[in-house]
């Protein structure tokens, strides 16, 4: 490739995504992050995936963990997805109101929609792994009309319909 990454990575960003926190327990600590690669792959059996830099801090949390939650923000969680990008787990959770699910795993309490999920397989892809679930359970916590919080040429936005 003869253009560069930053090129790239610049050209990637005019291509808006929805905004998730992905939770995970394991070995009795929560653990957490931002994620906006977050998309659906099959309903029959109903698969989903995101993606996680091989090199992050987190990746070994959430194979170990098993599983995870991709929990999906509103518009009006914008400060909940800055917060979940930096400082300990222990921070991010802090004071946050979770239900615990039969998994053992958080979710966040109104975020709009949730899915938990077994984490089916890891495929290697580049710097990235691809972690695909299989969904075990899932749910509507907010208002179904809630403006979903987007994000696109690094920065947060709304989509209105």
Same mark, same amino acid.
């Given at each position: 490739?003869?253009?560069?990454?930053?090129?790239?990575?610049?050209?990637?960003?005019?291509?808006?995504?929805?905004?998730?926190?992905?939770?995970?327990?394991?070995?009795?600590? =929560?653990?957490?992050?931002?994620?906006? @690669?977050?998309?659906? %792959?099959?309903?029959?059996?109903?698969?989903?995936? $995101? @993606? #996680? !830099?091989?090199?992050? /801090?987190?990746?070994?949390?959430?194979?170990?963990?098993?599983?995870?939650?991709?929990?999906?923000?509103?518009?009006?969680?914008?400060? #909940?997805?800055?917060?979940?990008?930096?400082? @300990?787990?222990?921070?991010?959770?802090? /004071? #946050?109101?979770?239900?615990? +699910?039969?998994?053992? !795993?958080?979710?966040?309490?109104?975020?709009?929609? $949730?899915?938990?999920?077994? +984490?089916?397989?890891?495929?290697?892809? /580049?710097?990235? =792994?691809?972690?695909?679930?299989?969904? +075990?359970?899932? /749910?509507?916590?907010?208002?179904?009309?809630?403006?979903?919080?987007?994000?696109?040429?690094?920065?947060?936005?709304?989509? %209105? %319909?």
């Amino acid at each position: 490739m003869t253009q560069s990454i930053q090129h790239l990575k610049e050209t990637m960003a005019c291509f808006g995504t929805g905004v998730t926190i992905i939770t995970a327990h394991h070995a009795g600590h =929560d653990f957490g992050m931002t994620c906006n @690669s977050f998309n659906t %792959v099959s309903l029959e059996p109903a698969l989903v995936l $995101w @993606s #996680l !830099r091989q090199a992050s /801090g987190n990746r070994a949390h959430f194979e170990a963990a098993g599983g995870y939650t991709v929990n999906i923000l509103s518009h009006a969680q914008q400060p #909940l997805a800055m917060r979940f990008t930096k400082g @300990s787990h222990e921070e991010r959770f802090a /004071g #946050l109101e979770l239900a615990r +699910l039969p998994t053992g !795993r958080p979710q966040i309490v109104g975020c709009t929609a $949730w899915f938990d999920c077994a +984490l089916e397989q890891i495929i290697p892809a /580049g710097d990235h =792994d691809i972690m695909l679930g299989r969904v +075990l359970s899932f /749910g509507v916590n907010a208002d179904a009309n809630a403006e979903p919080l987007i994000y696109a040429r690094r920065q947060f936005g709304r989509l %209105v %319909v």
